[in-house]
């Protein structure tokens, strides 16, 4: 079982959908990380989270600590939010989920 | 503008061949890291450096040398002994080792 556990692993909506990626963890944690991969396989880093929530622009996460899950929001999803979405841990050790793909088809 | 830059973007070599990638980052951040992404796989932690002079092994350090020299630089060695070095490695850096990393481009390494 992976320390970090992301749920979908693939995802395909509808420009305009709301959209929920979920990341569960099983560690200690100082904090909470969602990256977001781009095809050319740059990183850009969306969140740093150890409490509560945080939104930007039409992106909001959440994180619970005490039921060691967090969730990114995408609202009114658009064709370049495309992209590998992913989850990692910092503490003692760092950990990663395997992403979540994401397609907004037009 | 700051940032964080690694290079070459794409890099082909020769079985058996050492290999050094290239990170340099103008942010003033003391923590760097390189990262090993495979087709399939999340990011795995090959070595991370806190300050400069130091530097501690990741999860899969097998293979790989760093050096940390320099605050701006944290380049990365592929040695022969590295059994699967085909992968994309992503470096990034941070101001402490539990803050908001920023990341480079990647270098996609081949060997053939």
């Known amino acids: 079982k992976n320390e970090v556990e992301q749920s979908p692993q693939n995802l395909t909506a509808q420009e305009g959908e709301f959209i929920t990626i979920n990341c569960s963890y099983s560690?200690?944690?100082?904090?909470l990380h969602w990256l977001q991969q781009h095809p050319g396989g740059g990183i850009v880093s969306l969140f740093m989270l150890s409490s509560g929530k945080k939104k930007h622009g039409r992106l909001i996460a959440t994180i619970n600590i005490q039921e060691k899950h967090s969730s990114l929001h995408i609202t009114a999803s658009h064709p370049r939010d495309s992209a590998v979405y992913i989850c990692?841990?910092?503490?003692?050790?760092?950990?990663f989920g395997t992403g979540t793909s994401l397609t907004v088809i037009p | 503008d700051g940032g964080i830059t690694q290079s070459p973007k794409y890099l082909f070599r020769k079985e058996g061949q050492n290999v050094t990638l290239s990170c340099e980052q103008n942010l003033n951040h003391d923590a760097m890291y390189w990262y090993r992404q495979d087709p399939g796989q999340g990011l795995r932690l090959i070595y991370y450096s806190q300050i400069v002079n130091d530097f501690q092994k990741g999860d899969i350090a097998e293979g790989y040398s760093v050096s940390r020299e320099k605050k701006e630089s944290f380049p990365l060695t592929v040695t022969s002994a590295q059994k699967n070095p085909t992968a994309f490695y992503l470096c990034?850096?941070?101001?402490?080792?539990?803050?908001?990393?920023?990341f480079g481009q990647g270098t996609r390494l081949t060997v053939v």
């Open positions: 560690v200690g944690i100082s904090a």
């Open positions: 990034a850096s941070s101001s402490g080792i539990y803050q908001q990393a920023f």
């Open positions: 990692t841990t910092t503490g003692n050790q760092f950990y």
